[in-house]
């Protein structure tokens, strides 16, 4: 077996050798003219003039070879006590029945279609519908607002909206249908048609969870049962073809969307599969995250389908649903052989139980590695899940826009040296530098900003959804010829990565990106605000939470902590519950530079506890000291 660097090198020298070779784990209508061409698109384009489809890929090829009886998807729901094993065969047929109604409603090539489902079998039929007639899907994440909802809408334009009745939390059911309707209401463009899956709950609801509008929705169930047995052929699609939209949070309140073509999607996902999860046909690979979130598109709904082996989609928390031990029994009685989760997820389980008594019952020897995503890692949460079941835990950086790991330890090559806080080194086709802020390579060991030698691999985004423009300035202007990924770290001398923070307002809560802009621009709506700002501040848990201060205006009379609950629900309200907009304080000024810049980080320590001075450059030191009070008063952390 070839060597990681034996590999990364190969990549560096011979790309098109090297992901021509990838591209041979996929199955293809027709080849590609050239693997990279660097004359199309924003920096070229991967795969340029192949055919293929991702759910002919993902579906029928396994079918066809003979794996249809084997299981495809493991549901497993304590919030909803369900669980399904759906084989290939079944999806291929649900599959296909959704995607003859689609086309019956006039869904074809191109349209887009937007998802907004919890975690639910229905959820996979849905995106595979889309993908075998050539639709462009839209996932978007249960926890958003209806506002954010209508955002989406707005962008992407989706003449169809396949949705579920509600999301169950622990602490309540989430009306998915109504928030739909609600964000229809509020979106300028309009739908054509809703599909509703009507989900059968014991817990108690509010009335009129699933109500189908006639001639605009249709009833999910009766659309598969009618459609049964119809046969859709996969649709000839161009690798460069647009396979799926995600949103993310940029600097403002109106999120990026990023396109993911099909080819280099598929291919980099495949060789993922084995290079660096190490998950094999017939395998077992457990995602514990969301299908709303990329590390949810990658690695529960496509990867582990395309090479062949078995997901589990889990609905649930990982504590609380029913206890801390809930991951490691799915471990055991699904025989997983790669787990994958986020640290926050790791610490909710280390905090309810620090002995690990709830895995003591599980024994798990097929179980080779766990891999986290989403955040930094604490090395103390990595050591104490070593300790649990003595396997890898393997660290791996991320971005929406990349669609796979930046960094990783490559387990299917070799496991690496592991150094903890590190996602250690980067994976073939990311060429990744240090730059200080005038654009200039730093020293190893030198703080910076991480930016990536264009262009970047296959898999990562091609460019924004209908935005060349916006996708220019926001990575490419920067550092020219570098892809700036707004986070900054060092890589040390042996070339190991460390992703310490971003350069931008953007926050990372309970492995969920935010944009702490978004939020202020929320706050900045209040009719008695008349100033704000938001910073993300350490959290114990979820690594950072978002603290907003508010300057009220003048002549507001009313209590500042009756406006502060008004903020916490506006928030609620505009962005989602996935906030956890909790803390704000109402300040008399808010600290400034005399040039008018907010000194948030100086805030940020302050609240941290961490070492800060006063910047010589302030308008106005009591601005500080009256942060400093309120945190004696309040409790943070
Ligand atoms: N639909 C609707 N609401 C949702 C939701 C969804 N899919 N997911 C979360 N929410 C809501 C929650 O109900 C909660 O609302 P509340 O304020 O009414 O309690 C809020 O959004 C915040 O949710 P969450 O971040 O999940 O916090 P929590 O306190 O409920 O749970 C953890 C804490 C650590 C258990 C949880 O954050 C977790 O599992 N994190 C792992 C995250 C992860 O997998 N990230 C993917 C990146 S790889
Ligand atoms: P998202 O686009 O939601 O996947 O969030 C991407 C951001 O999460 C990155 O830009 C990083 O700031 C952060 N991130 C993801 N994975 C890691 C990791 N392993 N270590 C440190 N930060 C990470």
């Known amino acids: 077996m070839s060597s990681y660097k034996q590999i990364y090198d190969k990549c560096l020298k011979h790309p098109d050798e090297f992901w021509g070779e990838a591209a041979r784990l996929i199955d293809w209508f027709k080849p590609y003219d050239k693997v990279f061409d660097k004359d199309a698109g924003v920096y070229g384009r991967w795969f340029t003039g192949g055919k293929t489809n991702a759910c002919y890929n993902a579906v029928d090829r396994h079918v066809k070879a003979g794996r249809g009886a084997q299981v495809a998807i493991y549901y497993d729901s304590p919030v909803s006590n369900a669980k399904r094993a759906i084989t290939y065969q079944q999806l291929y047929e649900e599959v296909q029945a959704l995607a003859a109604f689609m086309q019956d409603i006039g869904i074809k090539k191109g349209d887009r279609v937007l998802i907004y489902m919890p975690m639910i079998p229905q959820v996979f039929t849905s995106v595979f519908a889309c993908t075998r007639i050539g639709a462009v899907h839209s996932v978007v994440f249960g926890g958003f607002s209806a506002k954010e909802l209508a955002i989406r809408i707005d962008d992407c334009k989706p003449k169809l909206i396949i949705a579920a009745s509600c999301g169950i939390e622990p602490n309540r059911i989430v009306p998915y249908q109504a928030m739909v309707n609600q964000a229809i209401d509020m979106a300028k463009h309009e739908v054509d048609h809703c599909i509703v899956h009507e989900r059968p709950i014991t817990q108690k609801a509010p009335e009129g969870l699933f109500t189908l509008k006639e001639g605009r929705d249709f009833d999910y169930a009766k659309v598969l049962k009618e459609n049964m047995g119809r046969k859709v052929p996969c649709v000839e699609l161009s690798a460069t073809d647009p396979l799926y939209i995600l949103y993310t949070s940029g600097t403002t309140g109106k999120p990026k969307g990023v396109m993911r073509d099909i080819g280099g999607y598929i291919v980099a996902l495949a060789w993922t599969m084995g ?50 031990g809930t991951f490691w029994r799915i471990c055991e009685e699904y025989n997983v052989r790669s787990f994958f989760s986020a640290p926050t997820a790791f610490r909710s389980i280390k905090r309810e139980d620090p002995n690990g008594n709830y895995a003591k019952p599980y024994k798990l020897p097929n179980l080779q590695a766990m891999f986290v995503a989403g955040e930094r890692a604490d090395p103390d949460t990595l050591q104490w899940v070593t300790n649990l079941f003595h396997v890898p835990v393997i ?28 996602p250690t080194l980067p994976m073939p086709g990311f060429i990744i530098d240090v730059l200080d802020d005038d654009g200039n390579k730093v020293a190893p060991g030198t703080f910076g900003n991480l930016a990536f030698r264009l262009p970047l691999p296959p898999g990562c985004l091609p460019t924004l959804w209908n935005a060349d423009e916006q996708f220019k300035k926001t990575y490419l202007e920067r550092f020219p010829g570098f892809y700036n990924s707004s986070d900054a770290g060092y890589i040390d001398e042996d070339g190991y990565v460390f992703v310490m923070s971003r350069t931008d307002d953007i926050i990372n809560v309970a492995g969920h990106r935010l944009s702490t802009g978004g939020m202020e621009e929320a706050l900045a709506g209040h009719q008695d605000i008349a100033e704000c700002a938001v910073i993300g501040i350490k959290d114990n848990l979820k690594g950072q939470v978002p603290c907003g201060f508010i300057v009220l205006k003048h002549n507001v009379e009313r209590e500042d902590a009756i406006i502060e609950k008004e903020c916490i629900a506006r928030i609620r309200e505009i962005i989602g519950p996935v906030a956890a907009f909790k803390l704000v304080m109402t300040v008399r000024k808010l600290p400034k530079t005399r040039s008018g810049k907010i000194l948030r980080a100086v805030i940020r320590k302050i609240i941290d506890g961490d070492e800060w001075s006063i910047p010589s450059t302030i308008e106005d030191p009591s601005t500080l000291e009256e942060i400093q009070e309120l945190v004696k008063t309040r409790h943070f952390g």
């Open 275 to 324: 290079a660096v999860f190490n998950v094999k046909p017939g395998e077992v690979m457990f995602t514990a995250s969301d299908v709303g979130w990329v590390v949810g598109h990658s690695y529960i709904l496509y990867a582990p389908l395309i090479v062949g082996a078995t997901t589990v989609l889990f609905e649930g928390k990982p504590i609380g649903t029913p206890d801390p």
């Open 395 to 422: 660290d791996n950086w991320w971005q929406t826009e990349t669609g796979w790991p930046i960094a990783a330890n490559p387990l299917g090559l070799e496991l690496l040296p592991i150094k903890p806080g590190s």
